[in-house]
């Protein structure tokens, strides 16, 4: 018996992808702890300490730099404070200035990013805010902030 071949229909789906992710640089004396229980206050968040980003190093030895994150499902709104320094060493090398990387992933609408820029900025243990373009920022290590 010869089975009628059927022909095969292709169907487009249009998927638009509404996550928005910026990336800033913090500069502040603070150690991390403080700077996130600071922001948790000005910004009404809770930050908690998760587990760190842990890099290999040139001669192999491991490097950790601290990371602490929020989740707010009802909004879906996701936090991270990462540190970009660990001793002598830098998470993103090109960024030696900055002290933390602060991570805003969300869908929602752009007028957020200015209210986190803002609250940043009035932050008492932030010194200064620089917000960072990862398409134009060329280090290997930002693979394992941006997720």
């Known amino acids: 018996m010869i089975k009628s071949i059927q022909k095969v229909k292709r169907i487009q789906l249009n998927v638009e992808n509404n996550d928005k992710m910026f990336l800033y640089g913090i500069v502040s004396a603070e150690p991390d702890y403080k700077l996130s229980l600071a922001l948790n206050k000005k910004m009404g968040i809770s930050l908690k300490n998760i587990s760190p980003v842990n890099l290999s190093d040139d001669s192999g030895n491991e490097i950790s730099f601290s990371r602490f994150s929020y989740i707010n499902h009802s909004v879906d709104i996701q936090y991270s404070l990462i540190s970009n320094r660990s001793s002598k ?22 007028d957020h990013n200015s209210n986190v820029t803002s609250l940043l900025r009035e932050t008492d243990a932030v010194n200064a805010v620089f917000i960072i373009d990862p398409a134009i920022l060329n280090d290997k290590n930002l693979q394992y902030i941006i997720q």
């Open 89 to 110: 060493q830098y998470l993103l090398k090109k960024l030696k200035n900055i002290d933390y990387i602060f991570q805003v992933h969300y869908t929602g609408s752009d």
